[in-house]
């Protein structure tokens, strides 16, 4: 494992993480159990991601928790999904607090019950001055949601005349994003042999490099993600130039 770590370039640290932890229910079946067992699985690899990020100091990392299409699975799979979320988000919070991690949500949270919603307010802001990274969480999450939710703000600003048309750039409709105040995503990864988007981030990783495991999000450990990172370094990233 050392000898992994050795590989690493501390010059050449991604500043923003994205992952979509995928394959939880899989991992599930092929032990014979239901698909909630592999959800529950999947904490422990969120919390060996966040001990590496503070490890490298990775300054951002977003997890792809539950989509917006997600809430289209059948009724005893998000039943068992929220009671999860229930059961364990606030001891989860407060892990990530301990790490001095900053909690920061995207997506549309009004579909979450108020006692959710609630523990999520109460960290958001209980870890708002934290200094080792920023943690954000998709929840309810979809990129096409963002982006028409920016687009209307945005066109209603120009109809209520506080705007010109000329005024809206690349970085003012970044800043109607929920990820406003963050970096572009320079790192997908992405579990469970998949090779999809899957409707996350998509104007925030216009330039991002993809990985892709075939590695269930459950057995994702520091050794994986350690490796990512490594595969990561040894991209040539041109942005369009030469
Ligand atoms: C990812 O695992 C977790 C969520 C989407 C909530 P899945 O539940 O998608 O697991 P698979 O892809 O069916 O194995
Ligand atoms: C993407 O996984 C969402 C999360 C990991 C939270 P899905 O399992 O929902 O994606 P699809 O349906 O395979 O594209
Ligand atoms: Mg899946």
Known sequence: ????????DYNNIPNHVAIIMDGNGRWAKKRGKIRSFGHE????????????????SIPYITLYVFSYENW?????????????????????????????????????????????????????????KNKSGTLILALSYSAREEILRATKNIAKRVYNRELKIKDIDY???QNHLYTKNFPDV?????????????????WQSAYAELYFTDILWPDFRRKDFIEAIINYQKRKRRFGKI
């Open 1 to 8: 494992m050392e000898n992994l770590l050795k590989k690493i």
């Open 72 to 128: 289209n699975r059948p009724k005893e799979e998000v039943n068992s999904l929220m009671e999860l979320f229930y059961k364990n988000l606030k001891n989860f919070l407060e892990k990530i607090h301990k790490k001095n991690l900053r909690i920061i949500i995207i997506g549309e949270l009004s579909k979450f019950s108020k006692c959710i919603q609630k523990n999520l307010v109460f960290f958001i802001k209980k870890t708002r």
């Open 171 to 173: 970085y003012f409709f």
């Open 41 to 56: 699985k999947g904490i422990y690899s969120i919390i060996d991601t966040l001990n590496v990020c503070k490890e490298l």
């Open 186 to 202: 320079d790192l997908i990864i992405r579990t469970s042999g998949e090779k999809r988007i899957s409707n996350f981030l998509l």
